[in-house]
């Protein structure tokens, strides 16, 4: 089983070369600001087109700049847990990360029980019943954390997941990518220590996208 992603987007002053092949497992994606690593993420989510070039995952034709097949993003089997975190405002804590299993028809209360043990690993089991407004940054960032865990898919992406948490509570919470229900979990992160729970290793330089690592 593997991810592939070839080809280029171009975005503005940004421009991509991609030439990934992953394995199943955890890849850290590292770079410096704006070098395009979100926008790597968005590619393969479908929130962007690929210019040239083609995403495969475990033979699939997903994009492709030829007269392929397209998957729009809900199509996808991907789910992506961004940097402002999206929660719904609407729904308690508890009922944010139950909501992928109240749409595949999960009863209520065993969609709930499920998401309260996704929050009590990310420590927030005391908040479960608080809206997302009642919450600061970092809290709000474990709730969507444990949403990611909740939802099971074959790639899992996560832009920044760990930025707004203390650094006192980080390394509990990082201990958690394993338990990630995807075949393929990517992440972005600027802290090197996010990246050593990482099988492999994506580093975003200056227009180009290349692995550096695989363990």
């Known amino acids: 089983m593997t991810l592939d992603l070839t080809g280029r987007v171009a975005r503005g002053d940004l421009t991509l070369d991609i030439d990934l092949h992953l394995s199943a497992g955890l890849t850290a994606i590292t770079g410096a600001n704006g070098s395009g690593k979100t926008t790597l993420l968005r590619v393969i989510a479908g929130f962007e087109r ?5 995403l495969t995952i475990d033979g699939e034709v997903i994009d492709t700049s030829g007269a392929g097949p397209i998957s729009a ?3 996808r089997p991907v ?6 975190h999206r929660l719904f405002d609407h729904l308690s804590a508890v009922d944010n990360v139950a909501f992928a299993a109240r749409r595949r028809r999960t009863p209520r209360a065993e969609a709930r029980q499920t ?3 996704h929050l009590e690993a990310v420590g927030m089991a005391s908040l479960a019943d608080a809206r997302p407004r009642a919450l600061s940054l970092g809290q709000r960032q474990r709730v969507a954390l444990a949403r990611t865990l909740a939802a ?4 899992a992406l996560l832009d920044e997941p760990f930025a707004a948490i203390d650094e006192s509570g980080r390394a509990a ?6 338990a990630v229900d995807a075949t393929y979990v990517l992440w972005v992160t600027h802290d090197p220590a996010d990246a ?15 692995q550096t690592l695989t363990r």
């Not at 690929?50 to 083609?54: N, R």
């Not at 099971?152 to 790639?155: F, I, K």
């Not at 919470?173 to 394993?178: C, H, Q, S, T």
């Open 50 to 54: 690929l210019d040239a070039g083609e």
């Open 73 to 75: 993003a809900h199509e």
């Open 79 to 84: 789910t992506m847990m961004f940097q402002d």
């Open 115 to 117: 998401a309260m043990s």
């Open 152 to 155: 099971p898919t074959r790639v």
């Open 173 to 178: 919470v990082r201990a958690l990518l394993p």
């Open 196 to 210: 050593t729970v990482a099988t492999q290793h994506v580093s975003v330089d200056r227009g180009v996208v290349r």
